[in-house]
């Protein structure tokens, strides 16, 4: 089935929660944010390690299109579960801050995406290091294992070059980039984005969610409230891409000034979007919740001592919660439903959820 074919949630009637989706219902409906891919693949057949089938890719997100080294962002990580080979992130949770854009990527090739993500930034700042502070890459990972050839680690520099050079306002959704091999609920899997414009009351404030979800035991998946198994046929196939430690790597991002204390509270709600998937976050899998802020936070005083912080009111968080938690569900659909079948190594199939069955949910 052709990625055209499919329907994100709310093409099929589903609508989670109460808030208004933004204009493109995507992570990028944050101002200045924008999202690029690279998808590898190659081959077919038997799995020949390191050779092949290939069925991977990275995925960049980036806060904004200028200098991240020279304009960071406010930001955080919250650690749901830290079965996770991801980098950069003591960093990120000490200083509070993202001068790097942001990758995902398979399990084995965090390294080399790292290295790739280092040298784009020297490339872009010849002082960095040297002068200057060293930048921080933040990359995140989820296990393709079971459509992909792991050990080949196929993704390298200029793929990650390309998915940072070529990031866009409209984010590809399915089998691209990091999703490529994703497997979630025993179906094929991918990425999936959401957003949501909060009141005038509370500022008129964008939050968007991007997710990679590899989670999840068949048969969990829950759709809008109503077990998906409710409503199909007994599995033929019932060990089909089950990884009982799959995890997910969710990216939130908002144009409110939020603190790095106050995203960390917000990434703290993304695991209720989660859950209402049905995942239960197991013993083995690496769930990260990756979160920032476009708006600038920083004005420094005449005296140069003292930093004086522009930050929404605690009070007004609430509404947040509740954009995040209504972006992580939705984003992680979307990537389900935008999925197509793929054959990987071995001839494993990682099978899209039956739209049919899909609009029986509406």
Avoid: W
Wanted: glycine share 12%; proline share 4%.
């Amino acid at each position: 089935m052709s990625s055209a074919t499919r329907k994100r949630a709310r093409e099929i009637g589903i609508r989670i929660g109460s808030l208004t989706p933004g204009k493109l219902n995507a992570i990028s409906d944050v101002l200045g944010v924008v999202v690029g891919h690279t998808t590898l693949i190659k081959g077919s057949g038997q799995l020949i390690p390191g050779k092949g089938p290939i069925r991977t890719g990275v995925t960049a997100i980036l806060p904004h299109q200028g200098n991240l080294y020279e304009e960071p962002v406010t930001g955080t990580v919250h650690i749901i579960n830290g079965y996770g080979k991801a980098v950069g992130l003591a960093q990120l949770l000490e200083l509070g801050r993202i001068d790097c854009p942001i990758l995902i990527t398979s399990t084995l090739n965090v390294g080399l995406v790292e290295d790739a993500v280092t040298e784009y930034q020297i490339r872009e700042n010849p002082q960095a290091g040297i002068s200057k502070k060293t930048p921080n890459p933040i990359v995140a990972e989820c296990h393709d294992g079971y459509l992909n050839d792991v050990q080949g680690r196929h993704v390298r520099t200029p793929h990650v070059i390309n998915a940072i050079q070529n990031a866009r306002k409209e984010v590809q959704e399915g089998c691209v980039g990091a999703g490529t091999g994703m497997m979630a609920y025993g179906y094929k899997s991918g990425i999936g984005t959401a957003s949501r414009i909060l009141s005038p009351k509370h500022g008129g404030f964008i939050v968007g969610s991007l997710v990679v979800p590899n989670c999840g035991r068949q048969g969990d998946l829950i759709v809008d409230g109503v077990r998906f198994t409710n409503l199909q046929k007994e599995e033929t196939n019932p060990d089909r891409g089950s990884v009982e430690g799959g995890s997910i790597i969710v990216v939130v991002a908002t144009d409110a000034p939020l603190s790095s204390r106050q995203l960390q509270r917000l990434a703290r709600r993304a695991v209720i979007g989660i859950g209402r998937t049905g995942s239960v976050v197991s013993h083995g899998s690496g769930d990260f919740v990756i979160a920032f802020s476009t708006a600038s936070q920083e004005e420094q005083t005449t005296e140069s001592l003292v930093v004086n912080r522009t930050q929404l009111k605690e009070s007004l968080l609430t509404p947040f919660f509740g954009a995040v938690v209504e972006t992580t569900e939705e984003a992680i659909l979307n990537a389900l439903f935008m999925a197509t079948t793929l054959t990987g190594r071995d001839n494993h199939i990682g099978e899209a959820l039956p739209m049919h069955e899909l609009s029986l949910l509406k």
